[in-house]
């Protein structure tokens, strides 16, 4: 099976644009984590979506947003962009185990630079 | 909430050299632990994970990881480290309501 693929791998915006990521998960995997990981905070949990809807959600103010296609394909998006928005967002596809654990595959990420 | 510490953030051993990285985690019910390995602008990949049954969990590229209940650990070790384990490694705690929680990383180096 091919892996997790996200798409653009790098980005560069100004400050006060928006910007949207894409992943594609693991055929057959319904949900669909994404993950912000910077020096400072290490990695944090942004929102997770199962069969197109956001079943869970991190603490990031309401300019993060995502959404999640009937194909399972997840998009993100960071409108009006700002200096510590930099960092590598990563995209987890899950299958769902014994107990409802999620097992989490993720993808190379996109490292998104905002000057 | 479920919670995971990596008390260490840095750690450098010499090739061929054992290592053991430390988990310590925080979880009321019985935990669902993984470890994943970064390397340098990658993303995460999972090197083993325990949800019961047998403590000691192998996973690939030689690691094995021991689950004590009693000190809420799940120590990550290898026998011989080679130059090419020189990445950050997570410690993770997931749960049935599909919230994983991750460690800080623990950044590997090696010495030749």
């Known amino acids: 099976k091919a892996g997790v693929t996200q798409t653009p791998r790098y980005l560069i915006k100004t400050r006060g644009q928006q910007v949207t990521l894409s992943c594609s998960p693991i055929?057959?995997?319904?949900?669909v984590s994404w993950y912000q990981q910077t020096p400072g905070q290490g990695l944090q949990f942004l929102f997770e979506y199962f069969s197109e809807t956001q079943r869970n959600k991190g603490n990031f103010p309401g300019r993060f947003s995502g959404r999640q296609f009937s194909n399972s394909r997840s998009e993100m998006n960071v409108s009006t962009l700002e200096l510590g928005d930099s960092a590598l967002y990563l995209c987890?596809?899950?299958?769902?185990?014994?107990?409802?654990?999620?097992?989490?595959?993720f993808g190379p990420g996109t490292r998104l630079t905002v000057l | 909430a479920q919670s995971v510490t990596q008390p260490d953030i840095h750690i450098t051993v010499s090739e061929g050299a054992s290592l053991e990285l430390r988990c310590n985690y925080s979880y009321g019910a019985t935990p669902y632990l993984f470890w994943y390995v970064q390397s340098p602008g990658q993303g995460l990949q999972l090197l083993l994970k325990y949800f019961s049954g047998d403590t000691l969990v192998q996973g690939i590229k030689g690691f094995e990881a021991e689950f004590k209940r009693s000190q809420s650990s799940f120590n990550l070790r290898k026998p011989s480290v080679h130059w090419s384990d020189a990445a950050e490694y997570f410690c993770?705690?997931?749960?049935?309501?599909?919230?994983?929680?991750f460690g800080a990383g623990t950044r590997l180096t090696v010495k030749p």
């Open positions: 993770a705690v997931g749960s049935n309501n599909n919230d994983m929680r």
């Open positions: 055929s057959g995997h319904r949900s």
């Open positions: 987890a596809s899950s299958s769902i185990l014994a107990g409802g654990v999620n097992e989490q595959f």
